[in-house]
T-cell receptor, first 113, second 117 residues
């Protein structure tokens, strides 16, 4: 069983719509959760981190965490063609020291005109 | 701006030669760094954890004698691909954790695209 699961997509949304990206994880002791955006041929770029249950908003991005359900999501409001990329969910079990991230396989998002 | 740099960004080498890739944390110290490789349209694969002042920790299936890692200082880790072969052609990316808010956020370097001919 994969430790971090994401739908590979592609998820296609029209420009201006809300894109909803989902991720589930299996390790209940996970403490830190991250969303990365990766454009084709580029390295991942950190866009959101979340540590507590609930919502965290940053501009057009909102991360949602539900530890009881072991579920983390990313909402992108007013989607733009430039948001088209692969979004990676990553989970870390330890906040105090630098431990490994476990990545999902990523969801490819396509924002259409 | 960038918080982790990598050099070179792109390298082409002949089979049998060795290639060194540098990863630097910019204006923060990283006692641990991570090395990944990624094949086209595939997921990130963690190769090893680079530890300042001690040996690197390699993931299962990664040859430590082929992929030499040296964490020379608190801001520099190097990955040397020894006796490179065409199957080593890949996108190599490093990351470094930086303490932010309530946890360590990992920042990736821009990556090094290695082509072995």
């Amino acid at each position: 069983q994969k430790e971090v699961e994401q739908n590979s997509g592609p998820l296609s949304v029209p420009e201006g719509a809300i894109a909803s990206l989902n991720c589930t994880y299996s390790d209940r002791v996970s403490q830190s959760f991250f969303w990365y955006r990766q454009y084709s041929g580029k390295s991942p770029e950190l866009i959101m981190s979340i540590y507590s249950n609930g919502d965290k908003e940053d501009g057009r991005f909102t991360a949602q965490l539900n530890k009881a359900s072991q579920y983390v999501s990313l909402l992108i409001r007013d989607s733009q063609p430039s948001d088209s990329a692969t979004y990676l969910c990553a989970v870390n079990a330890n906040t105090g020291t630098a431990s490994k991230l476990t990545f999902g396989t990523g969801t490819r998002l396509q924002v259409t005109l | 701006g960038a918080v982790v740099s990598q050099h070179p960004s792109r390298v082409i080498c002949k089979s049998g030669t060795s290639v060194k890739i540098e990863c630097r944390s910019l204006d923060f110290q990283a006692t641990t760094m991570f090395w990944y490789r990624q094949f086209p349209k595939k997921s990130l694969m963690l190769m090893a954890t680079s530890n300042e002042g001690s040996k690197a920790t390699y993931e299962q299936g990664v040859e430590k004698d082929k992929f030499l890692i040296n964490h020379a200082s608190l801001t520099l880790s190097t990955l040397t691909v020894t006796s490179a072969h065409p199957e080593d052609s890949s996108f190599y990316i490093c990351s470094a954790p930086r303490l932010r808010d309530r946890g360590n956020e990992q920042y990736f370097g821009p990556g090094t695209r290695l082509t072995v001919t």
